[in-house]
């Protein structure tokens, strides 16, 4: 096994994740804690968004949902954005690296997924503004970045990605199928990993941290609803949430995926700041409860929670109620609640050097199993 890094800036905008794990691209090193839990076998590190970068990204992805029809243009903010974005991951990268006593000999490639300013599968369009040729230059090792595009062309839906990855942890740690892994980022996705080796399925559940997010900002001034305590001190409005998952989305068979803005906190406008939050979480809740039904097999025996949901005991304990069996965040497992997808794309990283399929007709409907992502070496092009 080999050496890989793995990147993630992800739609809440918080930051950059960076995580090295040690793999072929079909196994995953892990390694047992003295309780005897599972933990991929590396080093993580992030790196926080100031409020004027946080600014700069909102200002590209809305500049690129106004009008953008070419992913290889870069009009406007989006510029700026794509260079503090190649220079930001190469921060990460780099401090990364230093912590742990790494050269740039030491790492096979870096897995860079970039910071996505556009997702409109349907028109065939996924944008993931971030330099893989620059950011390979700047480190001074190979780079496979542009991940989606692949997938997205063939007719698939480009996301999510991950599936492939949480199957692998889950062998890797032991974990006895059916189980499901949903990451609660700022759009909530899920992965259904069944009793055959074939079995797996992924799509977007739903909105996830975004609105709860968006909401905050905007009535409270912060990035975040810390902790659920907003939404826990409200009451959700059950007639809204029940119209809220009336929407087209919800009643599409997967695999599907969503745009980050493809609903609005603006929907509970007339509602307390309390209530609002109470309702989008329950939004949120009522998604996830409603991708369980497309699991046709067994029901899953376990739900694993990531991203930054997984740090909302408001969100957790609607889980559990919804889900009725044992629901844990990963990190209560072994596994890293943050840097999951960071993780993830080191391992889809080694799999495109190594030639094997990262999205599959279960996951992203692809109508085959599909390689995916561009390799940058340093001093050359892409290929």
């Given at each position: ?13 918080d ?123 700047l ?21 999510p990605?991950?599936p ?10 032991g ?24 079995d ?96 046709t ?79 940058a ?7």
């Amino acid at each position: 096994m080999q050496r890989f890094i793995g990147l993630m800036s992800g739609t809440s905008m918080d930051g950059v994740d960076a995580a090295l794990i040690e793999t072929d691209g079909r196994g995953v090193a892990v390694a047992r804690s003295g309780n005897g839990l599972p933990s991929v076998a590396g080093a993580t590190h992030g790196l926080a968004y100031a409020p004027a970068e946080r600014a700069l990204l909102a200002r590209a992805k809305e500049e690129a949902r106004a009008g953008l029809l070419d992913r290889r243009d870069r009009p406007g903010s989006l510029a700026a954005a794509e260079l503090f974005v190649t220079e930001v991951h190469a921060r990460a990268v780099r401090e990364l690296m230093l912590r742990e006593g790494l050269s740039a000999r030491d790492i096979a490639a870096v897995g860079f997924h970039g910071h996505t300013v556009l997702h409109r599968p349907e028109a065939g369009l996924t944008v993931q503004i971030g330099d893989g040729e620059a950011l390979a230059n700047l480190l001074g090792i190979p780079v496979v970045f542009d991940f989606r595009a692949d997938d997205v062309a063939a007719g698939g839906q480009g996301a999510p990605l991950v599936p492939v990855f949480h199957r692998a942890l889950a062998q890797a740690s032991g974990f006895e199928p059916p189980i499901a892994v949903l990451n609660i980022g700022g759009v909530a996705n899920v992965t259904l990993i069944g009793e055959e080796e074939d079995d797996l399925i992924g799509f977007d559940t739903g909105p996830g941290n975004a609105l709860l997010n968006d909401l905050m900002k905007e009535r409270c001034g912060r990035d975040l609803d810390l902790d659920g305590r907003v939404a826990a001190a409200g009451r959700p409005d059950d007639e809204l949430v029940r119209w809220m998952l009336l929407h087209p989305y919800f009643a599409r068979r997967p695999p599907k995926s969503l745009d980050r803005d493809a609903f609005s906190h603006r929907m509970v406008a007339t509602l307390a700041t309390e209530d609002a939050a109470a309702t989008l979480a329950a939004f949120t809740v009522g998604a996830v409860g409603q991708a369980a039904l497309a699991w046709t097999a067994a029901p899953p025996r376990r739900w694993i929670v990531g991203g930054g949901g997984a740090r909302n005991p408001h969100l957790m304990a609607g889980l559990r109620d919804v889900l009725r069996v044992e629901v844990a965040a990963a990190d209560e497992i072994g596994w890293s609640t943050d840097f999951l997808e960071a993780q993830a794309f080191a391992y889809l990283a080694a799999r495109r050097l190594a030639g094997r399929p990262i999205t599959f007709p279960g996951t992203t409907g692809t109508p085959r199993a599909l390689t995916g992502g561009r390799v940058a070496l340093p001093g050359s092009r892409h290929r």
